[in-house]
């Protein structure tokens, strides 16, 4: 542990003090019932990017956006039909549901990575629930574990992976479930079971009058954690490695490449990952073939190429 990182109780000033961490950008362990969460603000692009940076995540998958209430969460997605049934008759608790965006939500285009849909949960874990009316906002949180390596269900475990990335950890004891949230989907109309979890899919069949619900059909486009990546792909043709741009292309730049638009010019692979979809939609609109620069491969990196590759696969 490092002097920045601190190891707090659950009392009122401590999830105060969390909440300040959050809204100045800052990356907070977080218990809810199901497992510890790496927290930040989801309308922080930055912040954001800083879970991947913290986590090794090797790609962009979409996130989880934690909200207090079905009320808030109703600012995010879009709840109707079967989806708000199933929120109404299981939040708060080990569920996530994975519903249309709202064009207006307000969060990081890198929580979604890229889709037109977003993952929410409403967890029940009383210090969630508190650290989130107390930060007045909602936060994408993940697993607080390095990539790949077993969940966290303790802030010790928390502490062990990821301690000198976070500025506090809330220790409120062992998550009470222990396994991650349950993630439900809809595919032309249909329920899908995209994660099992914390809460059984058998109870959510039962309560949409549908048994059992199918796994999703594209096992090669998720939309959700947990799963492989599904990212949107730009319709313009890209071209990687570029250092100038051939003639009628829209050049996106890094580093000392600076392009038509740069996703950082200072050649930071945070800032970049931060810019990545939001530079992709810019490019895209205008309506040229796009070329990018090279991007360094190590860190966040990788998953910044990873991703481009596949928008520069052919289709």
């Known amino acids: 542990m490092t002097e920045e990182t601190r190891l707090l109780a659950p009392e009122a000033e401590h999830i105060a003090y969390a909440a300040m961490m959050l809204a100045r ?23 954001v990017a800083a879970i991947y940076a913290a986590k090794g995540r090797p790609s962009f998958n979409p996130l989880i956006v934690h909200a207090p209430d079905l009320g808030v969460a109703s600012q995010i997605g879009e709840f109707s039909g079967e989806a708000l049934r199933v929120a109404e008759s299981f ?5 996530t549901l994975v519903v249309p965006l709202r064009p207006d939500a307000g969060i990081a285009s890198l929580v979604t990575a890229g889709l037109d849909t977003v993952a929410i949960r409403v967890p029940a874990h009383p210090v969630a629930q508190d650290l989130l009316h107390s930060f007045g906002g909602v936060v994408a949180a993940p697993s607080a574990n390095p990539s790949g390596r077993i969940s966290p269900t303790t ?3 928390v502490l062990d992976g990821l301690g000198n990335k976070l500025a ?3 220790d409120a004891g062992p998550c009470p479930v222990g396994l991650e949230s349950t993630i439900i989907g809809w595919q032309d109309g249909v329920p899908v079971l ?5 809460l059984p899919a058998e109870v959510i069949a039962d309560c949409l009058g549908r048994a059992p619900l199918p796994p999703a059909a594209n096992p090669d486009r998720p939309a959700a954690p947990g799963m492989l990546s599904s990212h949107y792909a730009p319709t313009a043709s890209v071209r990687l490695n570029a250092f100038e741009a051939e003639a009628g292309e829209f050049l996106i730049g890094f580093g000392p490449v600076s392009g038509d638009a740069s996703l ?16 992709l ?11 990018v620069a090279p991007i360094p491969d190590h860190g966040l990196g990788r998953a910044i190429n990873d991703r481009l590759r596949r928008a520069a696969a052919p289709r």
């Open 281 to 291: 939609h810019l490019a895209d609109a205008a309506g040229q073939p796009i070329a």
């Open 155 to 157: 802030a010790q475990h």
């Open 168 to 170: 506090v950890i809330l």
């Open 264 to 279: 950082s010019p200072s050649g930071d692979l945070v800032e970049a990952a931060a810019r990545l979809f939001d530079i």
């Open 25 to 47: 950008g800052k990356l907070v362990g977080m218990p809810t019932e199901t497992v510890y969460g790496l927290a930040a603000d989801a309308r922080n692009a930055q912040a």
């Open 194 to 198: 995209l994660r099992p979890g914390g």
């Open 91 to 95: 939040w708060p608790g080990a569920l």
